[in-house]
């Protein structure tokens, strides 16, 4: 059995899935572990990148547009490792990083989801923890854009503004790009809520491990590089839902969310894990 399973989850962006495959060649030298690439809307392409980078990959490769989390999910079920990557082919990892987080999760069963600190390819910070929406938060930062200090303060809360980016943190929920997982804890939590066909999925899940008693953990002493495209949003504003298909995606799942947790409440307060 490997030590951890790496599941990438990819859609037809295969020169990202091309540099992915090649930074792990490198970052797995030494970790058991196995690769399992879900190919939504499949191309030859692609189907020939992972021969060649990764032949020893298992490839799951589908007709249809499966969303994130149903992708993840398909991944998830064939997987045999102890821990498990979840992985957006933009992501690239470098030296020792992979093995910082996963040394960090096998020292802290308590410890259901913990990602990297993400970075810009120049090297920048992006934010990657957060405090969990409200309806409001999505009005601030889609509508508004922070633009008054009102929706500017609800904005800096949720983006968790107040806290250090270079110290471990315990948010409330973590980017999906890159999540690693206790194989004890999935078994507990279940798997992600394939209602969510893109975004949100990652909110939930987070939620979820919460509810059952495992930490969610910011791990910045690891980073990775990240592609951010921040496709959900452009300079439309509130026009962003009648002419970009992911920014409705989003609002579609923002509604889903807050139906399913009708009582928005957070008791748990904000507080470094070190």
């Known amino acids: 059995m490997p030590e951890l399973s790496i599941i990438i989850v990819h859609h037809r962006t295969p020169g990202f899935l091309k540099m992915c495959l090649k930074s792990l060649k490198t970052v797995a030298t030494g970790i058991d ?39 993840v999910n398909t991944g998830l079920k064939i997987a045999k490792g102890d821990f498990l990557l979840v992985l957006n082919p933009d992501i690239i990892i470098t030296g020792d990083n992979l093995l910082k987080l996963l040394e960090f999760m096998k020292k802290h069963p308590d410890v259901g989801m913990a990602g990297p600190q993400l970075r810009n390819f ?13 309806p409001i938060t999505i009005v601030a930062r889609r509508v508004f854009g922070g633009k008054f200090d009102y929706f500017k303060n609800l904005i800096n809360d949720f983006q968790m503004s107040d806290v250090d980016p270079n110290k471990i943190q315990t948010p409330d929920w973590i980017m999906g790009s890159m999540l690693m997982i206790n194989r004890n804890a999935l078994e507990k939590v279940g798997l992600m809520d394939e209602r969510f066909f893109m975004y949100f999925e990652d909110v939930d899940w987070a939620r979820r491990f919460w509810h059952n008693g495992y930490k969610v953990v910011y791990f910045p002493k690891a980073f990775v590089y990240h592609y951010h495209r921040h496709e959900s949003k452009t300079k439309l504003g509130v026009f962003d839902a009648i002419f970009n298909k992911k920014t409705r995606w989003h609002i579609v ?10 009582d928005l409440s957070v008791v748990r307060k904000i507080s470094h894990a070190e």
């Open 122 to 134: 120049n090297g920048t910070v992006q934010n990657s923890y957060f405090r969990f929406y409200r």
């Open 253 to 262: 799942s923002a509604v889903k969310f807050f139906m399913k947790y009708r």
């Open 33 to 71: 572990h196995e690769v399992i690439v879900v190919d939504s809307k499949a191309t030859r392409e692609s189907k020939e990148i992972v021969s060649e980078l990764a032949p020893e990959a298992i490839y799951l490769s589908s007709k249809e547009n499966l969303g994130y989390s149903r992708g």
